[in-house]
């Protein structure tokens, strides 16, 4: 659990409270600092675009948001009584799909794991292939995919988890700009579905666009919309 008074004046309505939250890498003259002090509070229903080169620490973000890294300095809480990540479906970047399981073994895995019936799950994982169109695929490795197709797979692999935060790392960053389209229409569709949270981090101005906020990702620092610094424009208790 996060200490009292950590969580003691976050609204109610915050999934991920993220206050001047730093990551460096090493230590001594070889320490890369990954993300400078970032302030950021996602709530239900939010729509926000992280804009940023690569290299600029817009994947690091999101881990600390998903709880998979842990700041070296300030705080990533998760408002709630487990007071941890939950909820919380991460559409990777790279690949993430395990090569001995098929397309919609690999779609279902996370609700099988989290016990699920297996027919549920399969269900599920189904419906969220043809989301993403690409329900063709169930049948097949990872193997004998393209890297496109492997990432509407990872997609539809957190759609089909229904979680109330999505959080797409370059969703549309291996694909067309149709398919591209297609996937980010799939994102939002199942997030005004589930009244989730969506936060996609991409390079693309014509992605960030289709997102109601947009932020900057700039050598690791969060810059607010018109360039200032964005741990300014959302202090505590303040919306972000």
Not at 86 to 102: E, T
Not at 127 to 135: F, N
Not at 214 to 239: C, I, N, V
């Amino acid at each position: 659990m996060p200490p009292a008074d950590v969580l003691a004046d976050v609204p109610a309505d915050v999934l991920i409270d993220c206050q001047d939250a730093a990551l460096t890498f090493g230590r001594g003259p070889n320490a890369v600092v990954a993300v400078h002090g970032a302030r950021l509070r996602i709530r239900a229903g939010d729509r926000l675009a992280i804009v940023g080169p690569s290299g600029s620490g817009k994947s690091t973000l999101l881990h600390l948001l998903a709880g998979l890294e842990q700041p070296t300095s300030g705080t990533v809480t998760w408002p709630g009584p487990a007071g941890r990540p939950r909820d919380i479906g991460l559409v990777f970047q790279g690949d993430s799909l395990i090569p001995a399981l098929d397309v919609i073994e690999n779609t279902a895995l996370p609700l099988v794991l989290a016990g699920t019936p297996d027919d549920r799950a399969h269900e599920a994982a189904l419906a969220a292939l043809a989301l993403v169109d690409a329900a063709d695929l169930a049948d097949r490795l990872p193997e004998e995919i393209s890297g496109g197709q492997a990432q509407r797979v990872a997609a539809a692999r957190v759609l089909a988890q229904a979680p109330r935060v999505i959080l797409a790392d370059e969703p549309t960053g291996r694909l067309d700009h149709a398919t591209g389209g297609r996937v980010l229409d799939a994102l939002l569709t199942a997030a005004d579905a589930t009244g989730a949270a969506l936060v996609v981090t991409t390079h693309d101005p014509a992605v960030a666009a289709r997102l109601t906020v947009r932020r900057a990702m700039r050598d690791g620092r969060l810059t607010a919309p018109d360039g200032a610094d964005a741990d300014a424009a959302a202090r505590p208790g303040e919306p972000s």
